[in-house]
């Protein structure tokens, strides 16, 4: 028999459902903070809109198999635009359509079974919802693409992230590396040294995480996003609403024992700065800062270096770069991981129109720093 698909309503999805939940993300592999129900339950709390221009609609839907078995969770909005008039679209997709906050977004489902659940969520919403213009798809692995509707799909982008497995230690770690990359790991350390600066790793760790600590991360992803003689960084924390969000995210992880704030000091001096999730035995790599006056010293390759010996020193396995393709990842020999973007309309002119604009949007947002 195939798989049941049910829509859940906003308690039933994270109060009743919150154990079967937690199981599921605990067994997913590679782990990721964006799938568990802290993270979308406040993500739909700071994030959900309900305006004239635009409202969210609560679609979160479960699928189970027929035998009752939790299979994947669809952490799913319906959001129309405007809310009200004879023009109003609707566009399903999936909770994370954020600045860049939520790096991947999608089915909360282990890889092995997501063709089983994306098959049976494409039927369902084909056959009994078809309240839509487009639907956006989101964070599908490559071998599950095929499991969509053939007919009208447009890829909207294709998202690489990166893992790292860790060895028993460091020595073997770095015995892998390129000639280039232990040479850029070296000269980080020789030029702080030459210079007789003193260099120490500050983790912070829950409970203990201060406010201070996540002021200092704000401070200087903004610094590092502004510095005009390096490439540009979107500073993804600039209002008060993503401030707010991560706050509230870091405060209710962090109570479970699962943030790690990494800073590198020079002299006494914060210089760099990076989050981390801690789950399991994977360790993610969240967003970064650092004072771009220290650039010459290379301290975001030493905050990196320094972040693996720790992971390696506290048993961690896997260290997820985060997604996005980058030379600086590349250097560390990750196996990549792509998830696909996929928009999906109707046979209809309106909705080719609507798929179409959503392209375009990603396209412009692209162009953004």
Not at 44 to 56: A, E, I, N, P, T
Request: proline share 4%; glycine share 6%; net charge positive.
């Amino acid at each position: 028999m195939s798989p049941i698909v049910s829509r859940l309503s906003h308690t039933d999805a994270f109060q009743k459902l919150r154990c079967e939940w937690e199981n599921l993300d605990s067994s997913l592999t590679p782990r990721m903070p964006f799938t568990s129900p802290i993270w979308n339950e406040l993500w739909w709390k700071h994030f959900s809109r309900s305006g004239l221009l635009r409202r969210d609609e609560f679609f979160v839907h479960e699928v189970r198999r027929p035998d009752g078995q939790l299979l994947a969770i669809a952490p799913l909005m319906r959001t129309y635009e405007p809310n009200i008039g004879p023009l109003r679209v609707s566009k399903v997709q999936f909770f994370g359509a954020d600045p860049s906050l939520t790096e991947v977004r999608g089915l909360v489902c282990k890889a092995e079974h997501q063709r089983d659940a994306l098959s049976a969520l494409a039927k369902h919403f084909g056959e009994k919802e078809k309240n839509w213009d487009v639907f956006k798809w989101s964070g599908i692995r490559s071998d599950a693409v095929v499991q969509l509707p053939q007919g009208k799909l447009r890829t909207e982008r294709i998202l690489p992230d990166y893992i790292v497995n860790l060895p028993g230690c460091w020595e073997d770690f770095h015995s892998t590396l390129s000639n280039n990359t232990r040479k850029s790991i070296r000269k980080g350390y020789e030029f702080l040294d030459r210079d007789r600066h003193k260099l120490a790793l500050r983790v912070t760790e829950s409970p203990d995480l201060k406010d201070e600590v996540l002021h200092r991360f704000f401070r200087l992803h903004q610094a590092r996003s502004s510095a005009a003689d390096m490439k540009q960084h979107r500073d993804n924390f600039h209002t008060a609403q993503s401030r707010r969000f991560l706050d509230d995210i870091i405060g209710a992880m962090g109570s479970r024992g699962l943030v790690r704030i990494f800073e590198l000091e020079v002299d006494e001096e914060i210089v760099a700065s990076r989050v981390a999730f801690g789950l399991g035995q994977d360790i993610y790599l969240y967003f970064s800062g650092f004072e771009p006056s220290w650039k010459k010293y290379g301290v975001m390759t030493t905050l990196v270096v320094e972040i693996i010996k720790w992971a390696i020193g506290h048993g961690f396995s896997t260290l997820n770069l985060s997604t996005g393709k980058d030379q600086s990842k590349l250097r560390w020999l990750p196996t990549e991981i792509a998830f696909h973007d996929i928009v999906q309309s109707t046979e209809s002119i309106r909705s080719q129109l609507v798929a179409k604009s959503e392209l375009w949007r990603r396209g412009a947002l692209k162009g953004l720093p």
